[in-house]
């Protein structure tokens, strides 16, 4: 893998710094689209041995043989791809390597749907989403593959930069940096960029421990980074006030400073964890036919939103069945957490703010 800024000349490829891992149980089909791009993983690792040198073909990731392959199917498409988050982050030394679960994009919003039916005429599926879009607000499409042990998740807006999808991306791509996967161009986020949306993922889940210490650790690898240009570029992505617990570690304190306030979508993803919590908050917010409509998609949400977390495809009535009994049992055991907001019996504060007390409290008796 290289990596090449501003066009400038190629510097000579570097081994991964990690050994080799399986991508997954690896099809024995030869099959290619009528475009050329490979369909199994057979084909995408034979064409990835073809764009590397010989010391180095054996010993590049998954993440890295999959980020390459959606990037060709990106340029096939026409379509304006950024790879960020895991990728982007350990090439720029922002976190260690690790193993990848998913390999995360940013398309073009207006060719985010037919980038995402190019996948799926790959052999790609979609992950089924939870159908309460009110509680749990959409920002990207994840599709799993039967012959890859990752996702592909293709994101047409990223929580936290909270300007309009579209021209979010346009200014992310204006400050784009090439990675060179083997031969493969790969479109990447420029610096400060990827250090905001490194913070800003973990900003979502400080409730989650690595959450916390990747934080921590952004924090230490960012102490030489110019504060002032940093703050600046969140202000131009509308993310000064979601990433300001980060920023202000960074940032020396003034005074009078404009950080803004987050949306109220923000606060939900950040401030409340269980989504029972959530579903409670919403509940409160919204009027008697909406409340009607969340309980019903609550208690029986369609078939396939049961196996979202799995590779499954399909329940029989029985497995059906037995799963929306689970999905029961969990919500009457979380009720007593979240009758109290149901009930607002939290007075002069708001639901967001009750439930996120009500959860630091359970947390703290555990």
Not at 77 to 101: C, E, I, N
Not at 166 to 177: I, K, N, P, V, Y
Not at 260 to 268: D, F, I, N, V
Not at 295 to 322: C, H, N, W
């Amino acid at each position: 893998m290289r990596i090449c800024v501003g066009g400038g000349r190629r510097p000579p490829c570097r081994p991964a710094r990690r050994g080799p891992q399986s991508p997954g149980r690896v099809s024995n089909d030869d099959a290619w689209s009528a475009d050329g791009t490979p369909t199994s993983v057979t084909e995408v690792i034979r064409m990835m041995n073809s764009m590397v040198d010989a010391r180095t073909a054996g010993q590049l990731e998954p993440a890295i043989l999959l980020t390459a392959a959606v990037a060709l199917v990106a340029r096939r498409t026409d379509t304006r791809m950024l790879a960020f988050k895991g990728v982007a982050a350990v090439q720029y030394g922002l976190r260690p390597p690790r193993p990848s679960a998913d390999v995360d994009v940013f398309v073009d919003p207006d060719r985010h749907q037919n980038f995402v039916h190019a996948l799926e005429g790959r052999g790609w599926l979609q992950r089924p989403s939870d159908p309460d879009t009110a509680t749990f607000p959409r920002h990207s499409v994840s599709l799993f593959h039967p012959a890859w042990n990752m996702d592909i998740d293709v994101h047409f807006r990223y929580p936290g930069i909270e300007l309009p999808p579209d021209e979010s991306f346009e200014r992310l791509w204006l400050q784009r940096t090439t990675l060179w996967c083997g031969n493969q161009p790969v479109q990447i986020p420029g610096f400060a960029d990827a250090i905001l949306i490194t913070a800003l993922h973990s900003l979502r889940g400080l409730w989650i421990e690595r959450h916390k210490r990747e934080l921590d650790e952004l924090v230490s690898r960012c102490r030489t980074v110019d504060p002032d240009q940093l703050a600046a570029r969140a202000k131009a992505l509308n993310a000064l006030a979601t990433a300001r617990p980060f920023l202000e570690q960074l940032v020396p304190p003034r005074p009078g400073y404009q950080w803004g306030e987050p949306s109220a979508e923000w606060q939900l993803r950040t401030r409340i964890s269980e989504p029972m919590h959530r579903r409670a908050v919403h509940w409160r917010r919204a009027s008697w036919p909406e409340r009607v409509s969340q309980v019903r998609i609550a208690l029986f949400p369609p078939v396939e939103t049961l196996i979202k977390d799995s590779t499954q495809t399909r329940l029989g009535p029985l497995a059906a069945a037995r799963a929306y009994v689970r999905r029961w049992g969990r919500g009457l055991a979380s009720l007593p957490e979240v009758l109290p907001i149901l009930l607002g019996r939290k007075s002069g504060r708001s639901e967001a703010d009750a439930a996120l007390t009500d959860e630091q409290q359970q947390r703290a008796q555990r």
